[in-house]
């Protein structure tokens, strides 16, 4: 008995060790991850971040391009056409506005007209709009036009905004900057929120100011755009309207310093006021009672089209997996360029933004239909257009999917992998998902060159996940960096591109989309839609009332007769 005793417990000592030797070895469920290449990455990323491409603007020759070149990587990958009649392309409805003769605008005060000289004294915040007319509009000095709970700042409450132009300071507070820079994602300092909050007060339009304050910050040196750059890179929106009435012109422009000061009746008065507003002070806010403004902007719409790039992996299930990156840039950096100074009318070749995104999607999908193994859950590689316009097409995909979005489990967007700062990655979204968390903390320990973090935060509306998640109830992945200095500049050059980062970032995230596909649950979804579906037919919110069962319905009212 004793020799017995003894061999088995040298079987079962040799178990173990055999059983720790395949615990201690990486267990990976993506197929072909060492497919993805330095070599491939840098391929992609120099091509599309070239001189020759010329910044890949939306609607230039340039874009169009880039979504050629994808359409040809997707298909020498093994994909098969997603887009729309069999082809590899949607196509986004998108338009602009050009200026019928010389926008007007001019104000009253108690000490008479003063009549505002266009290209000098103010310019059109996002170029050409649609034709209105207001005449002796009542002004109201709003602050930043900020609610904020995190910093107890709300410069709103007991304005009467209702009717009245709304006179702006631009960005948020001078002390929220870190190390002398705003954060270019701040909810706060989006026109678009300024827009909303102003706009659900009543207001009717805006005049939005850069206060002296801001002056001196790297992204803004200039006391106003250049007026030329609305011809060159004009301001897109999607070419669509919704049913019904449609919304009045909301005018948005942009005043000087010195129009501004003009108004509140003082040289440097602009600058005092600023002063109080950023330590939250508003007794001395302006009463602009008998202020008014006029205003005539009279354009032209033009009508054209880009493209999305879609190419599909099909799985075993009609359900899907949304990879995501966007192609466009900001060309010469006429729109959207963090230092016009220096860098407007220089081609901004957009190397980390987004050609590192691009690339990283392209690996992600070739590598997974060259390997032969089918997935459980489809796939879906997605190039966007228009993202730097205003995730022009990632919002026209939401509301014409190519497939259901009803049948997404999740959406991984890419965008700006080449400059990780240490290699540190903080994965957004799983604070609104325990399911994409789950998968993005199991796949973690896989990668050591990276340092994973799961964010403790909704996703920001900074990329192209944002409609998916806040328009289509989609769960989402947004792999986010440090905000490097080189973004949105001239200096975006594939040369400086950190591509170490890009390579394990595109292993970690196949491996991520490979587990969400095998897993048979689905993913939950904590965010502003609250009615969504997901492909299970049943809320993807687990707060969410579930629908009622129409046999259900029936039974109570069966009468028996």
């Known amino acids: 008995m004793k020799p017995m005793r003894t061999l088995a417990a040298i079987s079962a000592l040799a178990a173990v060790s055999v059983l720790s030797l395949a615990q201690d070895k990486p267990v990976f469920m993506a197929p072909n991850l060492d497919t993805i290449t330095l070599v491939d990455i840098k391929k992609d990323v120099y091509f599309l971040a070239s001189d020759e491409m010329g910044g890949r603007e939306t609607l230039s020759e340039h874009a169009k391009v880039s979504a050629g070149y994808v359409r040809a990587r997707m298909q020498a990958a093994g994909l098969k056409p997603a ?30 007209e003063t009549k505002l000289e266009y290209g000098k004294d103010f310019v059109s915040t996002g170029g050409p709009g649609e034709s209105v007319e207001l005449a002796s509009t009542p002004l109201a000095f709003a602050g930043y036009a900020v609610k904020d709970d995190a910093h107890s700042y709300d410069d709103l409450s007991g304005l009467d905004l209702k009717g009245k132009i709304a006179v702006v300071l631009r960005y948020e507070p001078t002390p929220w ?33 850069t206060g002296p304050e801001g002056m001196g910050a790297s992204d803004n040196r200039r006391d106003l755009q250049n007026p030329g ?7 897109l929106e999607l070419d669509e309207k919704a049913a019904g009435e449609p919304e009045p012109a909301f005018p948005f422009l942009h005043l000087s310093i010195g129009a501004a000061d003009k108004l509140l009746g003082s040289e440097g008065a602009l600058k005092k006021l600023q002063q109080e507003f950023d330590q939250a002070d508003f ?10 403004a006029s205003l005539s902007l009279k354009s032209t719409a033009v009508r054209r089209t880009d493209s999305n790039v879609a190419g599909k992996l099909e799985g075993e299930t009609d359900e899907w997996i949304i990879f995501g990156a966007h192609h466009d840039h900001l060309g010469l950096g006429y729109f959207g360029s963090r230092d ?17 995104g691009v690339a990283t ?41 190519l497939v259901p979005n009803n ?36 796949a973690a320990p896989l990668f050591p060159e990276l340092k994973i973090k799961m964010s403790t935060r909704a996703p920001i509306p900074a990329s192209d996940h944002w409609p998916f998640f806040s328009e289509a109830g989609i769960p989402v992945i947004f792999p986010m960096g440090a905000i490097p ?22 292993r970690y995230l196949a491996e991520i989309g490979w587990r969400i596909s095998e897993d048979k649950d689905y993913a939950d979804y904590t965010g502003p839609v609250k009615n969504s579906i997901g492909p299970n037919g049943l809320p993807r919110d687990p707060t969410a009332p579930k629908p009622k069962d129409p046999n259900e319905e029936k039974e109570e009212g069966f009468s028996g007769n």
């Not at 690996?363 to 060259?370: C, D």
């Not at 992998?417 to 789950?438: C, H, P, V, Y």
């Not at 200095?485 to 595109?506: K, N, S, V």
Request: proline share 4%.
């Open 177 to 209: 900057r870190v190390g002398g820079r705003r954060n270019p994602f701040s909810r706060s300092a989006f026109l678009q929120t300024k827009q909303q909050l102003c706009q659900q007060a009543g207001a009717v339009g805006i005049l939005l100011v």
């Open 361 to 401: 999607v392209l690996e992600i999908a070739e590598a997974m239909a060259a390997s032969g193994k089918k997935p459980r859950r489809s796939m879906l590689f997605m190039t966007f257009t228009g993202e730097e316009k205003g995730l022009l097409g990632s919002a026209w995909y939401v509301q014409h999917p």
């Open 407 to 442: 049948k997404v489990v999740a959406m991984i967007n890419i965008d700006m992998l080449g400059r990780l700062k240490d290699n540190e990655i903080e994965m957004q979204g799983t604070a609104s998902s325990k399911f994409l968390r789950k998968h993005c903390e199991a």
């Open 485 to 506: 200095a080189e973004m949105h500049t001239a200096l975006d050059d594939p040369e400086t591109i950190q591509y170490e980062g890009i390579l394990y970032g595109a």
């Open 283 to 292: 007794k001395n806010r302006p009463d602009l009672k008998g202020a008014t």
């Open 340 to 356: 016009p100074d220096k860098g407007m009318g220089q081609v901004h070749n957009g190397a980390d933004d987004n050609a590192s």
């Open 83 to 112: 887009g729309e009649n069999g082809t590899w392309y949607q196509e986004v409805g998108l338009r602009y506005n050009t200026w019928d003769g010389t926008p007007a605008l001019s104000f009253k005060t108690a000490s008479g």
């Open 229 to 235: 750059a609305e011809d060159k890179s004009p301001a």
